[in-house]
């Protein structure tokens, strides 16, 4: 089975900065993205940022300039530098990975248990 190890949440003040990490742990034979979504109370969840194998990225307008996804292949990890932190950005911060186990023909959906990101005013 498929792991995603999540680390870095936690509590700062607004304008600081934290960084996530996520790390697959299992035989994987290809990864087709990895990124970040989140979900505050009360809400949906919504994508943060992904990156695919290529290294192209996508974030969600609220964190473009402020936060960046990058992705490690070798180690089949991928990380969020969150800068400029605001209040409105707390939330449950959620790993999700789209791959190919090794063994297997098709890709699948995994998600990270979750870490919480608080941001004081």
């Known amino acids: 089975q498929v792991q995603l190890v999540e680390s870095g949440g936690g509590l700062v003040q607004a304008g600081g900065s934290l960084r996530l990490s996520c790390a697959a742990s299992?035989?994987?034979?290809?990864?087709?993205?990895m990124g970040w979504y989140r979900q505050a109370p009360g809400k949906q969840r919504e994508l943060v940022a992904v990156?695919?194998?290529?290294?192209?990225?996508n974030y969600a307008d609220s964190v473009k300039g402020r936060f960046t996804i990058s992705g490690d292949n070798a180690k089949n990890t991928v990380y969020l530098q969150m800068n400029s932190l605001k209040p409105e950005d707390t939330a449950v911060y959620y790993c999700?990975?789209?791959?190919?186990?090794?063994?297997?023909?098709?890709?699948?959906?995994?998600w990270g248990q979750g870490t919480q990101v608080t941001v004081s005013s």
């Open positions: 999700n990975a789209v791959l190919m186990r090794v063994g297997r023909d098709y890709y699948e959906n995994y």
């Open positions: 299992a035989s994987i034979f290809r990864i087709n993205t």
């Open positions: 990156i695919d194998s290529d290294g192209n990225t």
